[in-house]
């Protein structure tokens, strides 16, 4: 197996993660990470401020395998910069609780997650634990630990299986996307996100969205841009897995596993997804749709234009933070294209797994640690995160948070499987998307270009 990564890093393919948690070129991160290493590693500062990253983006490489102690301190490769400081505190809190020591090596800012990995295992100084998205995970076959049998795989439906590895993949957080909402103008409007579960209450909701545009203060009902350049990675990616995951359970993978047998798809499901984003087409600011920006989308719901945006949490902060923001709940709502569909997608954008040959029983206890409370704290309260625990006690800061977390307690969320498709598939779909947006396909086009390219990208790549 170690010739197997071996030929992969040497390759360049191999990508870990930053997955986004705000701004655009984090947001980028969030959705172009799971498909585009390079996507992944340009992301993540954003809500936080470049300054941060870019303070800590040295860390890792002025790391090295003997700044942990051999008896139970370990390594941790940290892929999101913007939480550096609450990990640095994390560590240090789990000093004084058990006296041993975790060293936090950050990747980001000007430095390549990739090739910082690349680095250490051709060094022979691979880190104890380290980030990977759930499509690496074939990567490191053989050279994780499994997790099966930990206390913590018992408080979480959220972490990373494996058919041969076992439960290789410790979540840190989740991150959510569906149909954002500004529930204040909702409420206004006399609609109740929670009856959107059907297309024709989402046809309704649209019309008299539109009716009351000028009273309401709206540019348009949606904000959504398939405008692929800018916003291929959106579409081409968490859009897109709308059609694969919406109304399914966590763990139920069957549209994506069909895409991977040679890039096939449900035609039928298709066809009322296409009907679906046909609707949000005819009800979008059409400068947006068709020429927009990531900026000026959120921008654009943060100043209340839109009463839905197709993003997920990670714009929160970018939201918050806009001078002209009045302080409106969010929400999501479902993409109900098919009557019945009541839930969103929420799970890690990345997983902290441990390597074979680190300290291993010290990075059980570790991240055993870190699903506890003391931990939670920080990474709750202090790095704003969104815990994957059930028995986390603690409230997240983010906006979303309780939208988030009431389809989580109802065991509504469904996976992130877009992730585990071929690297690369969303540079072809966003481009349907934005053909559909300009009126150059109908419906039934849509879904028959869909088929198109997606088995031939799969037979050709």
């Not at 250490?120 to 990977?132: E, H, L, T």
Request: one cysteine or more; glycine letters at 10%; charged letters at 20%.
């Amino acid at each position: 197996m170690k010739k197997k990564l071996i030929a992969l890093i040497l390759a360049g393919v191999m990508a870990v993660g930053l997955t986004a948690c705000g701004g655009a070129a984090a947001d980028a991160g969030a959705g172009a990470a799971a498909d585009s290493g390079a996507a992944a590693d340009s992301g993540a500062a954003a809500d936080s401020g470049d300054a941060a990253a870019a303070d800590s983006g040295d860390t890792a490489a002025a790391a090295d395998a003997g700044s942990a102690d051999a008896a139970g301190g370990i390594r941790l490769l940290n892929g999101k910069p913007e939480i550096d400081n609450q990990l640095q505190a994390l560590a240090q809190k789990y000093k004084e609780e058990t006296g041993a020591n975790v060293t936090i090596e950050t990747i980001g800012g000007d430095t390549s997650a990739s090739d910082e990995l690349k680095k250490m295992y051709q060094a022979d100084n691979m880190p104890d634990i380290f980030v990977i998205e759930a499509n690496q995970a074939d990567t490191w076959d053989g050279m994780l630990v499994d997790f099966t049998g930990e206390a913590w795989t018992n408080d979480t439906d959220y972490a990373l299986t494996h058919d041969t590895m076992g439960t290789i993949g410790f979540p840190y957080t989740v991150e959510a996307t569906a149909l954002a909402y500004n529930a204040d103008v909702l409420e206004k409007a006399g609609i109740d996100p929670a009856t959107l579960t059907t297309p024709a209450a989402w046809k309704s909701a649209a019309e008299t969205l539109d009716s009351k545009k000028a009273d309401l203060g709206l540019t348009a009902v949606f904000g959504w841009c398939a405008e692929p350049a800018n916003l291929g990675w959106s579409s081409g990616t968490h859009v897109f897995g709308q059609y694969l995951d919406a109304g399914l359970k966590l763990d139920d993978k069957k549209y994506i596993d069909l895409l991977n047998d040679g890039g096939k798809i449900d035609e039928a499901r298709m066809k009322k997804f296409a009907e679906f984003i046909g609707m949000m087409n005819q009800y979008s600011d059409p400068d947006l749709l068709v020429d927009g920006t990531y900026d000026n989308q959120v921008k654009g719901f943060a100043e209340g234009k839109y009463a839905f945006v197709t993003q997920g949490n990670w714009i929160n902060g970018t939201v918050t933070s806009n001078a002209s923001y009045s302080g409106f709940g969010m929400g999501f709502a479902p993409y109900a294209f098919e009557d019945g569909i009541d839930t969103i997608i929420a799970g890690p954008p990345s997983y902290w797994v441990a390597y074979s040959e680190g300290n291993t029983d010290a990075a059980k206890a570790f991240l055993q640690w870190v699903s506890d409370d003391s931990a939670q704290d920080i990474l709750v309260n202090e790095a704003g995160l969104i815990s994957p625990f059930k028995d986390c006690k603690f409230d997240a800061a983010d906006p979303f948070y309780a939208s988030i977390k009431s389809y989580m307690d109802a065991g509504k969320t469904s996976g992130w499987h877009t992730m585990l498709k071929k690297d690369g598939l969303q540079n072809v779909t966003c481009q349907v998307f934005a053909d559909y947006a300009q009126g150059k396909l109908d419906a039934d086009s849509f879904v028959s270009t869909m088929a198109q390219v997606c088995q031939t990208y799969y037979a050709e790549n």
